[in-house]
Structures are given as structure tokens and as C-alpha cells.
């Protein structure tokens, strides 16, 4: 369980802190907006109306006491900048701010960012990445080599072990979790056997990926 403070309360900021607060951390809401502020107050721990533009009341927040502090504003990126800034300068042990453009992003990341978050574009990359490909049912970029596929596996590999198809020095990826319906199982062990019904949940290069996709692709193609 964390502290979190959550300055900016629109559309990702409402759902972020309610996700958060369903998770089991004590989460703290500022918004400007009285009426926001007040229909999310049974959600979260503590929950307060205020402008975070000035310094004093980000100070009287106490912000270097929580372990995280998100900037979701959206629609002022000269109020998110600057409140990112005091902060970095108030001591806030980790800061996560929310971009709207790629120039926001550097701005944020140069200003006292932690970590930039883009809602929008990380959600274009991963509907498009998901729709291009026939057979990736979800897909989590992890760095620009580097993603999560979940896709399922190849019918040479039904009724053998993980172990028997050497999986990890043939095809190159680590299998993460099987995904059965809706019960999902993680890091299955060397004896695992496919079944055919399961997704498996692969980390892998984006090169490995592409190879083993085509294989998928192939088999669906003969059957």
C-alpha cells in the first residue's frame, strides 16, 4: 500500500485515483473544482479544493511525504509544468505527470518528471498494434525493442512441455503467464503443457516477435 497524491482530477485523473483507491492506497485528491472534488470524496482517503499553482499550498500539502505525486492536468500544460517543478523543489520523492504532446513530455521530464505518462498516444500505439497483427489479442510496449504479446501458441506446440520445445533458445522469448479464459496463470513452470485453448503472455523483441507471429499466422492459414 502507497500514499499517493493526485493533483487534477479529469477524465484519467478520476480513473487513476479510483483504480488506485481499489488497489488499497491511501489516495489524497486537489482539484480547483468544488464539484469534482466532492463526488469523488467517498472514493479516497482524503480529498481537498485548491489551486496547486501556489507554492504555499502544495507545501501545506505536505507532498514529500507521499510516495507518489501525479500531475493529471490536461488542459493547462503551463500549470502542470509548474507544478511539477515546485514539486521536484518541495522534495516530492516521486513525481508522475501526465503529456498531451511529445514536446509536454520533454518539457515535464527536463522540469522535475520522474516519469512522463501519454494516455492518448500509448493507447493509439497499442489499438494499432493489437488491430494490425490477426492473432496479438494485447499488446504492452515495454521500450522501443521490447514489448508484452499476448498471442496463442503454435499448434506444433499443443500437448508438449515448455521444457520439450526449448522455448526460450528456439523462438527467443520468456513466457510470462498462460491466459485461460479469464483465469490467468503466471510463470508456468518447465512442465507446463500447452493445451491449445490458452494465450501465452510472451515478453520478447519485436524482431522475435514478428518471426514467431508469422509462424502463427502460417498455422492459422492451414488449418
Known sequence: MKSVLVIGIGRFGRHLCEKLSRLGNEVMIVDRDEAIVTELADSVTSAKICDCTDENVLRALGVQNFDICFVCIGSDFASSLLITSMLKDLGARRII???????????????????????????????????????????????????????????????????????????????????????????????????????????????????????????????
Open 97 to 223: 505527470a501526465k503529456a498531451s504532446a511529445d514536446m509536454h513530455m520533454r518539457l515535464l521530464l527536463r522540469n522535475g518528471a520522474d516519469e512522463v505518462i501519454y494516455p492518448e498516444r500509448d493507447s493509439a500505439e497499442r489499438i494499432a498494434m493489437r488491430t494490425s497483427a490477426s492473432h496479438v489479442f494485447d499488446y504492452i510496449e515495454l521500450t522501443e525493442q521490447h514489448a508484452i504479446y499476448e498471442i496463442p501458441p503454435l499448434a506444433s506446440w499443443i500437448g508438449k512441455t515448455i521444457l520439450e520445445l526449448d522455448i526460450r533458445n528456439k523462438y527467443h522469448i520468456n513466457i510470462l503467464a498462460v491466459k485461460t479464459g479469464d483465469t490467468l496463470r503466471p510463470l508456468p513452470g518447465a512442465n507446463y503443457a500447452f493445451t491449445g485453448s490458452e494465450h501465452i503472455l510472451a515478453l520478447a523483441s519485436q524482431e522475435d516477435a514478428r518471426r514467431l507471429l508469422k509462424k502463427v499466422e502460417s498455422n492459422s492459414s492451414l488449418e
